[in-house]
Nanobody
Framework: VQLVESGGGLVQAGGSLRLSCAAS????????MGWYRQAPGKQRELVAG???????KYADSVKGRFTISRDNAKNTVYLQMNSLKPEDTAVYYC????????????WGQGTQVTVSS
């Protein structure tokens, strides 16, 4: 499985970004898709996950600000990030997998999101 991420960058606090991740390869058995992030000096954390039935899960810190969605016809997962805060600054990783809603099996290369204050 190959994952190609796009959409990261630099944004001011309060701004928005949309991350995209297109999956290719042997993906017929993939269930969950999602995004993790890792900030300097911090552990990697699940930001949002989405199941094949569109059930979603979010980290408490992003609830109400971030929205995850998927387009199964395009094998693509999106993360719409609104009201960004400096503490959202991290490398964001697209992940897909065989689990129900928290993917862990295949990881993208990561895309940097930087939120300035």
């Amino acid at each position: 499985v190959q994952l190609v991420e796009s959409g990261g960058g630099l944004v001011q606090a309060g701004g928005s970004l949309r991350l995209s991740c297109a999956a290719s390869g042997i993906i017929f058995s993939i269930n969950a898709m999602g995004w993790y992030r890792q900030a300097p000096g911090k552990q990697r954390e699940l930001v949002a996950g989405i199941a094949s039935n569109d059930r979603t899960k979010y980290a408490d810190s992003v609830k109400g600000r971030f929205t995850i969605s998927r387009d199964n016809a395009k094998n693509t997962v999106y993360l719409q990030m609104n009201s960004l805060k400096p503490e959202d600054t991290a490398v964001y990783y697209c992940v897909v997998g065989f689990g129900l809603i928290e993917p862990t099996d295949f990881w993208g290369q990561g895309t940097q999101v930087t939120v300035s204050s």
